[in-house]
C-alpha cells in the first residue's frame, strides 16, 4: 500500500466519502479522508496526495477558498484539484477554475466517470510535469519550462540549486533506502523553507538523485538559504547511528582495505539572479550555478554563495 496513489477527499457527507474510499481502495488507491475544509489543508499539506476531489460546499470554509489555500503552498501547487459540487451555475465552475482548480465534477455523479477522471488527472501531471516518483516534485520537463518562462518574463528572479555533500558515501555506508529517505526529507526540508517566504510564484523542482531546483524572488535568496541550511544541518544528526553523529564522521572500507573517513552530511547552494546581469538561457544559469556550487561545497559545512558579478 505505501506505492499506492494517495487521493484526499474533502467532503462533509459521510456517505459520499465512504463510498469513494471503498471504491478508490478496490482500484488500489490510498484515500484519505477530510470533512471540513481546515482538515482537508492539513491533510493535503502533511500528507502531500497525489490527486485531492475537493467539495465546493464545507461546514467551515468553501471549496473555493480551500482550492487558493493549497494552491499557496509549493508542494501542492501542481497537484490536480477535482472539485464537486451540487451547483449547476456555470459561473461556479468559472470560479473553481479561477481558484486553481484543474476539473469540475457536478453531483450526482457516477464513480467510474469520478474515477476515470482521477487516472487521467494523474496521468496529466506526471506526463506534463515530469514528476519525480521519490519526491512527487516536478522534474527536468518543468525546471525547464520554469525558467525559460521567467526569461521571457524579464521579471526579476533567482534560482538556487543545491546538492548534498558526501551523500554517496552516506548511501554506502547507510544503503538505499536510508538514502531515499534523504533525498524526501531534503526535498520537504526545500520546501518548507521555500514557503516561510510567503511569496507568489515560488518554484521547488527535483532535478533528480540529490540535486534540486528552486525559483524565488532576489530578495527571498538569503533567507530561503539560510532557512534551507538551518532546517537541513538539524535534521542531518538524526540520520546517523549514535556512534558516527558522536565520532563526527563515517568510515568506510574500500575494496584495497583501505579506510577512508567522511564527514556528515551537508547541503551546497548555488544562487543566480538576474537582478544584477541579463540571463538569456537556462544552460546560461547552469553553467553560472556549476561555478558557484564548486565554491559553496569547498567550504567543508552547509553554505551557500551568491552570484554577485554585474554586467560592465
Known amino acids: 500500500m505505501s506505492d499506492a496513489k494517495k487521493v484526499l477527499i474533502v467532503d462533509d457527507e459521510v456517505a459520499l466519502t465512504d463510498l469513494v474510499r471503498d471504491v478508490l481502495e478496490e482500484d488500489e488507491f490510498q484515500p484519505l479522508i477530510a470533512h471540513t475544509g481546515r482538515e482537508g489543508v492539513d491533510k493535503a499539506t502533511h500528507e502531500t496526495p497525489d490527486v485531492i476531489i475537493l467539495d465546493v460546499d464545507l461546514p467551515d ?5 480551500v482550492c487558493r489555500e493549497l494552491r499557496n503552498h509549493v508542494q501542492l501547487r501542481h497537484t490536480p484539484i477535482i472539485m464537486l459540487t451540487v451547483r449547476s451555475d456555470q459561473r461556479d465552475e468559472i470560479t ?10 457536478t453531483k450526482p455523479f457516477k464513480v467510474p466517470r469520478l474515477l476515470a477522471r482521477i487516472h487521467l488527472a494523474i496521468e496529466r501531471t506526471q506526463r506534463e510535469l515530469d514528476a519525480n516518483p521519490l519526491t512527487h516534485l516536478p522534474g527536468n520537463t518543468a525546471i525547464l519550462q520554469t525558467l ?3 526569461i521571457r518574463d524579464q521579471t526579476p528572479f533567482a534560482v538556487l540549486y543545491l546538492d548534498l555533500n558526501h551523500f554517496k558515501a552516506y548511501n554506502d555506508r547507510y544503503g ?8 524526501k526529507a531534503t526535498g520537504q526540508v526545500i520546501m518548507e523553507a521555500v514557503n516561510l517566504q510567503n511569496a507568489p510564484n515560488t518554484f521547488v523542482g527535483h532535478v533528480g538523485g540529490d540535486d534540486f531546483v528552486a525559483v524565488v524572488a532576489p530578495e527571498h535568496v538569503q533567507p530561503a538559504c539560510e532557512e534551507i541550511i538551518r532546517r537541513f544541518d538539524h535534521l542531518v544528526p538524526l540520520l546517523y547511528s549514535p556512534e558516527d553523529r558522536q565520532r563526527g564522521y563515517i568510515e568506510l ?6 579506510t577512508s573517513r567522511f564527514p556528515l552530511l551537508s547541503v551546497a547552494i548555488a544562487a543566480v539572479s538576474n537582478q544584477n546581469r541579463p540571463l538569456s538561457h537556462p544552460g546560461e544559469i547552469s553553467a553560472i550555478a556549476g561555478e ?7 567550504a ?5 554563495v551568491v552570484d554577485q558579478r554585474r554586467v560592465l
Open 148 to 150: 525559460e518562462q521567467r
Open 292 to 298: 558557484l556550487k564548486a565554491m559553496a561545497k569547498s
Open 61 to 65: 470554509i468553501d471549496g473555493f477558498a
Open 300 to 304: 567543508g559545512k552547509s553554505h551557500y
Open 253 to 258: 572500507r574500500d575494496r584495497r582495505g583501505q
Open 176 to 183: 538505499f533506502i536510508a538514502g531515499d529517505q534523504v533525498i
Open 96 to 105: 473553481g477554475l479561477q481558484a486553481g482548480a484543474d476539473d469540475y465534477l
